[in-house]
């Protein structure tokens, strides 16, 4: 719980690790279930209500790279204006 908590840059302390580890264990036995669970194919569900990429019209987009630095700014390492990870492929 630790290394996932590490991973996702979050500090907490053994006895918090301890307590979340058991809700982990409950989370993914859920999460276990609802794969087991059979899918219903929805495809055609909503071409027969009518409803089909539904969007809204971009009224007042704000400026571009408005947010950027702030993004960058939070990242632990960037290139240039890009988010700088590791290779996984």
């Given at each position: 719980?630790?290394?996932?908590?590490?991973?996702?840059?979050?500090?907490?302390?053994?006895?918090?690790?301890?307590?979340?580890?058991?809700e982990f264990?409950?989370?993914?036995?859920?999460?276990?279930?609802?794969?087991?669970?059979?899918?219903?194919?929805?495809s055609n569900?909503?071409?027969?209500v009518g409803?089909?990429?539904?969007?809204?019209?971009?009224?007042?987009?704000?400026?571009?790279?408005?947010?950027?630095?702030?993004?960058?700014?939070?990242?632990?390492?960037?290139?240039?204006?890009?988010?700088?990870?590791?290779?996984?492929?």
């Amino acid at each position: 719980m630790l290394n996932l908590a590490k991973l996702a840059r979050i500090e907490i302390g053994d006895k918090e690790a301890e307590s979340l580890s058991h809700e982990f264990d409950a989370i993914l036995g859920y999460v276990g279930e609802v794969k087991g669970v059979a899918t219903v194919e929805h495809s055609n569900n909503l071409e027969n209500v009518g409803v089909l990429n539904v969007t809204r019209e971009d009224i007042n987009p704000h400026e571009t790279g408005l947010y950027t630095e702030k993004i960058l700014g939070q990242a632990p390492a960037r290139e240039g204006n890009y988010l700088k990870v590791k290779k996984i492929l």
